[in-house]
């Protein structure tokens, strides 16, 4: 975790398509229904930065942000809730990592769900790095048609147009405050 902690911002270049739908919902408080398949893949820009107190805080969708509180209590794995009210929260686990590009978690939620993440220091893995995490993917048991990828192509994450996707999608207002499934989406099967 001292490695996360040292990285200024973290990607999440491919995960399960369950975790990039709940961390969408979670950063917009938005329903599953109200957000757009293509505005989740192209312009969320999801990023990460890990503070030595234990928050672990995600912004996207346009400079939009929220925070989780993690818990430690062994290596290679950790507890996360948010760091205000109620929403998304489950145990992550360090499967596979290099300790210096990359780290892929598979995730049990709260409510008994299976998903994964990947943490990365760059928005872009080579495809010898992609190829190994999905042939670890799927030897945990997830299925590859629910492997999505995460385009940054959109977003300029510290550089000339600062934290905004060139598109930020348009999210109705009916906002929720809890990330429960709510009918809109289903995960089951998705490993």
Partial sequence: MEWLVS???????????????????????????????DSVH?????NWKMHHNGKLKVEGFGGQSTAFKTTY?????FDFRPAEGEGYSGTAYVTLTDNSTFMFTP????EGEMAWSVFSTVPRLPERTMN????HAKSLGFKKQYFVNVDYDNC???????????????????????????GGWNAKNQY
């Fill in 132 to 135: 190994q995490i999905h042939e």
């Fill in 42 to 46: 192209n312009d969320s820009c999801i």
């Fill in 107 to 110: 995730i049990c939620t709260d």
């Fill in 7 to 37: 990285v200024p911002r973290l990607y999440s270049p491919i995960m399960s398509k369950m975790e990039l739908y709940r961390t969408s919902v979670f950063i917009t408080g938005e329903g599953p229904e109200n957000i757009s398949e």
């Fill in 156 to 182: 300029d994450l510290g550089g000339t147009r600062g934290t905004t996707p060139a598109t930020v999608p348009t999210l109705s207002r009916n906002r929720i405050g809890s990330v429960r499934n709510r």
């Fill in 73 to 77: 209590d062994r290596p290679n794995k």
